[in-house]
């Protein structure tokens, strides 16, 4: 079945630095890759997700690139401020008939002010 | 607020208690889910339904039974549950159950405690 890395497991910067999570995704026949981001006492909300006919996608200071030969998928915050400090899920979506939704195991992002 | 509600926030249970979590959406949405979160785990989907049908069941135990009445109510009854389910029970619901449209909006969870 898919399986879905994620690194790093924390990652600290310092306000105003980027920051660059990166995920792999074992199964090619997923063709859909969403980002959420989950603040403490909160369920997870999505921020951006990439779909496998584009290669980038930008919202403002978030960014995601997907390399479909690879398997890999990567998220960028570009000047980071501490309220970008939450757990930052990555996920490949498969349509296997069902509908199965894989997370990674997260990244607790600090920024320091 | 993503329109998803669960309640109740916090629960504490013993091993031998019946509860219920329960979940409800009124963004018109035809999917809605249970995922469990541990500490330092991946989100792990338990159940699917859509319309109504159950569409996906995670080989999840027994003494976790769901129940989705309507599109819009999502339950979750426990009963002789362990130590080691204690966690975070997310439910989350998307407009369909397909790639093409697979937004998920995330309730804020059940924090659950098995003593």
């Known amino acids: 079945g898919e399986n879905v890395e994620q690194h790093p497991s924390t990652l600290s910067v310092q306000e105003g630095d980027s920051a660059v999570i990166k995920c792999t995704y074992s199964?090619?026949?997923?063709?859909?890759f969403p980002w959420y981001k989950q603040e403490l006492g909160k369920g997870p909300q999505l921020i951006i997700d990439i779909r496998s006919n584009v290669g980038e996608k930008k919202d403002q200071r978030i960014a995601v690139t997907l390399n479909k030969t690879a398997k890999h998928f990567s998220l960028h915050i570009t000047e980071t401020q501490p309220e970008d400090s939450a757990v930052y899920f990555c996920a490949a979506a498969l349509n296997t008939g069902g509908f199965k939704t894989i997370f990674g195991a997260g990244t607790r992002l600090f920024v320091k002010a | 607020e993503t329109g998803v509600t669960q309640t109740p926030r916090h629960l504490v249970m013993g091993m031998t208690n019946k509860k219920s979590l329960k979940c409800e959406q009124h963004?018109?949405?035809?999917?809605m889910y249970w995922y469990k979160q541990s500490a330092k785990k991946p989100l792990e989907l338990m159940f699917v339904y859509n319309f109504k049908e159950q569409t996906e069941n995670n080989s999840v135990p027994s003494r976790f039974s769901p129940e989705c009445p309507n599109s819009s109510h999502l339950f979750l009854h426990l009963h002789t549950l362990q130590p080691e389910d204690s966690a975070l029970y997310l439910c989350a619901s998307s407009p369909q159950l397909s790639p093409l449209n697979t937004e998920a909006f995330f309730g804020q969870g059940t924090r659950l405690t098995v003593v």
């Open positions: 963004l018109g949405h035809n999917a």
């Open positions: 199964d090619s026949a997923s063709n859909y």
